[in-house]
C-alpha cells in the first residue's frame, strides 16, 4: 500500500529558518539580478526570505562573480554578520 501525504508527517526544519529583515532580503535579490552569471540554478520566481537564503547570495557572488560583484558580496556579508551573531 502506497502512503499518501495525508499518511506522512510533514517534513519541517528544526530550527526553522529565520526570516531576512525586509531591506536586507530586497538588496540580495537586486543583486541575484545585477549578477545573473552567479546564480544560474536560481528559479525566476524565487525570493530571497530568509538568512540562510542571503548567505547563499554572498557566497554565490564570491565564488562565481568578478571583482566587483566580489566587494558586493563583502559589502552584504557585513550587513549579514551581526544578525547571525549570538546575542547573551
Known amino acids: 500500500m502506497a502512503a499518501t501525504p495525508s499518511d506522512t508527517p510533514e517534513l519541517q526544519e528544526f530550527p526553522p529558518p529565520t526570516p531576512a529583515p525586509p531591506e536586507l532580503a530586497a538588496r540580495a535579490a537586486a543583486l541575484v539580478q545585477a549578477h545573473?552569471?552567479?546564480?544560474?540554478?536560481?528559479?525566476?520566481?524565487?525570493?530571497?526570505?530568509n538568512l540562510e537564503d542571503v548567505r547563499l547570495v554572498v557566497e554565490h557572488l564570491r565564488?562565481?562573480?568578478d571583482r566587483r560583484a566580489w566587494f558586493e558580496a563583502q559589502d552584504l556579508h557585513r550587513c549579514l554578520s551581526p544578525l547571525f551573531k549570538k546575542k547573551y
Do not use: L, Q
Open 36 to 49: 545573473p552569471e552567479c546564480f544560474w540554478f536560481w528559479h525566476p520566481e524565487a525570493r530571497v526570505r
Open 63 to 65: 565564488e562565481y562573480g
